[in-house]
């Protein structure tokens, strides 16, 4: 019998919840991310659990048991319990009865194998009981798991047009749990080009979530080409350009995969509106797109915006060209990074006053920047 194995389905938190939905006389099951990743080694995020406990009694039967019970998406049938620190998603077996496309609207269910149908993808759709056992009400969810096929439960376009974002999970289930050897499922992509219109329905906060997710994979390079031959990128974010992205893969070697740094690769307009990206990740964006666009260079990039954009715009200018950054590139940076601009407003307000005086300053910092870094105050002043 197949079983779940991490540490994490024997955790306090994890044993509490199950036990007091248990000992209620419900059914309780982990389902989704934490079964499918503990199977296929890979790490895991959250805890997600499902039940034929209605939310209110779920309420009920944690408070009960002396948990913290927060009724944080209650309309769809979710509740968070926290158990010993840690937050756990219980809901509600589900079934869909009717979609608008941008969300499944769901009915509260009493059976396990109605709450399996309403998922995306067959991997998604595996149970482990509270002893690690695991269900597959499906029949072949654990072969696909196993074959990393990431596969519609059904029909295809079925599932997608109750909710035009499981197009953009197929291309990143692909890209995180796919056989990278196979493409993508063929039954999966036709499904996504006879259903191309619905996408413009979907909000810029979800899409945002999923391409973010999607570009975070280790490699994502042959999920977003697919995303180009079936037209869903250039819907999704219009006059983006993939060419030069999985350049920019090969060359981040072994650095943490980084969004930003690859939407920078995509281009296209409005990105940062289309994808609702927070301030920050706007702003980052934006630097990195200005930063290589520019000829500034790549230490003075590192002295203006730190190490990281100026080493993200590198390996992003590299991979324009289609080359390696130059040898050097990254003691430059270094350097740039480090350096101090030695000269105050205080050394120049004997002789200069108002603009005039930022002016001076912005003199002798440009002049600075071109030795190097390497003049030192003095030489700036006299
Ligand atoms: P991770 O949390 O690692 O991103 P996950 O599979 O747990 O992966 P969640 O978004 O947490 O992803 O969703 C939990 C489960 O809920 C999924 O595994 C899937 O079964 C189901 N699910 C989530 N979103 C959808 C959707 N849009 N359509 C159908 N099922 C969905
Ligand atoms: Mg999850």
Same mark, same amino acid.
């Given at each position: 019998?197949?079983?779940?194995?991490?540490?994490?389905?024997?955790?306090?938190?994890?044993?509490?919840?199950?036990?007091?939905?248990?000992?209620?006389?419900?059914?309780?099951?982990?389902?989704?991310?934490?079964?499918?990743?503990?199977?296929?080694?890979?790490?895991?995020? $959250? /805890?997600?659990?499902?039940?034929?406990? +209605?939310?209110?009694?779920?309420?009920?039967?944690?408070?009960?048991?002396?948990?913290?019970?927060?009724?944080?998406?209650?309309?769809?049938?979710?509740?968070?319990? %926290?158990?010993?620190?840690?937050?756990?998603?219980?809901?509600?077996?589900?079934?869909?009865?009717?979609?608008?496309?941008?969300?499944? %609207?769901?009915? *509260?269910?009493?059976?396990?194998?109605?709450?399996?149908?309403?998922?995306?993808?067959?991997?998604?759709?595996?149970?482990?009981?509270?002893?690690?056992?695991?269900?597959?009400?499906?029949?072949?969810?654990?072969?696909?798991?196993?074959?990393?096929?990431?596969? *519609?439960?059904?029909?295809?376009?079925? +599932?997608?047009?109750?909710?035009?974002?499981?197009?953009?999970?197929?291309?990143?289930?692909?890209?995180?749990?796919?056989?990278?050897?196979?493409?993508?499922?063929?039954?999966?992509?036709?499904?996504?080009?006879?259903?191309?219109?619905?996408?413009?329905?979907?909000?810029?906060? +979800?899409?945002?979530?999923?391409?973010?997710?999607?570009?975070?994979?280790?490699?994502?390079?042959?999920?977003?080409?697919?995303?180009?031959?079936?037209?869903?990128?250039?819907? %999704? /974010?219009?006059?983006?350009?993939?060419?030069?992205?999985?350049?920019?893969?090969?060359?981040?070697?072994?650095?943490?995969?980084?969004?930003?740094?690859? /939407?920078?690769?995509?281009?296209?307009?409005?990105?940062?509106? +289309?994808?609702?990206? !927070?301030?920050?990740?706007?702003?980052?964006?934006?630097?990195?797109?200005?930063?290589?666009?520019? %000829?500034?260079?790549?230490?003075?990039?590192?002295?203006?915006?730190?190490? $990281?954009?100026?080493?993200?715009?590198?390996?992003?200018?590299?991979?324009?060209?289609?080359? !390696?950054? =130059?040898?050097?590139?990254?003691?430059?940076?270094?350097?740039?990074?480090?350096?101090?601009?030695?000269?105050?407003?205080?050394?120049?307000? !004997?002789?200069?006053?108002?603009?005039?005086?930022?002016?001076?300053?912005?003199?002798?910092?440009?002049?600075?920047?071109?030795?190097?870094? =390497?003049?030192?105050?003095? $030489?700036? /002043?006299?």
């Amino acid at each position: 019998m197949t079983r779940v194995t991490g540490d994490w389905i024997n955790s306090p938190a994890a044993q509490a919840v199950c036990r007091a939905i248990a000992q209620a006389g419900h059914q309780v099951f982990f389902v989704g991310g934490c079964v499918r990743n503990d199977l296929l080694g890979a790490p895991i995020s $959250d /805890l997600d659990l499902s039940t034929d406990a +209605r939310p209110d009694q779920v309420m009920q039967i944690a408070e009960g048991a002396g948990l913290r019970a927060v009724p944080t998406g209650i309309e769809h049938g979710t509740v968070t319990v %926290v158990a010993d620190g840690e937050g756990l998603e219980v809901t509600t077996y589900r079934k869909d009865v009717e979609t608008d496309g941008r969300r499944a %609207v769901v009915a *509260f269910s009493d059976n396990l194998e109605d709450d399996a149908h309403r998922r995306d993808f067959t991997m998604n759709a595996l149970y482990a009981a509270p002893d690690g056992h695991i269900v597959d009400p499906l029949g072949g969810g654990l072969d696909d798991l196993n074959a990393r096929r990431v596969r *519609f439960i059904d029909d295809a376009g079925d +599932r997608i047009r109750e909710d035009y974002l499981r197009t953009l999970r197929l291309f990143r289930f692909h890209a995180w749990y796919g056989d990278p050897e196979k493409g993508i499922d063929e039954d999966g992509l036709a499904g996504v080009a006879a259903n191309l219109a619905g996408l413009e329905s979907l909000s810029h906060e +979800r899409v945002g979530t999923e391409m973010v997710k999607l570009l975070a994979a280790p490699n994502p390079a042959a999920s977003i080409a697919a995303m180009v031959h079936t037209g869903v990128l250039g819907l %999704v /974010l219009p006059a983006s350009d993939a060419t030069n992205l999985p350049i920019l893969i090969h060359l981040e070697e072994d650095r943490t995969p980084d969004p930003i740094r690859r /939407l920078a690769a995509l281009g296209g307009v409005d990105v940062a509106e +289309r994808l609702r990206l !927070s301030k920050r990740d706007q702003k980052r964006l934006d630097v990195i797109r200005r930063g290589m666009a520019s %000829v500034t260079p790549a230490a003075e990039l590192a002295y203006r915006h730190g190490a $990281d954009v100026a080493t993200d715009v590198a390996l992003l200018r590299a991979a324009q060209m289609g080359v !390696s950054p =130059e040898t050097g590139a990254w003691v430059e940076i270094e350097k740039g990074a480090k350096a101090t601009f030695p000269v105050r407003a205080a050394d120049l307000s !004997s002789k200069f006053t108002g603009p005039a005086l930022g002016a001076e300053l912005r003199r002798l910092e440009t002049l600075w920047i071109a030795s190097g870094f =390497e003049l030192k105050r003095e $030489d700036l /002043l006299t």
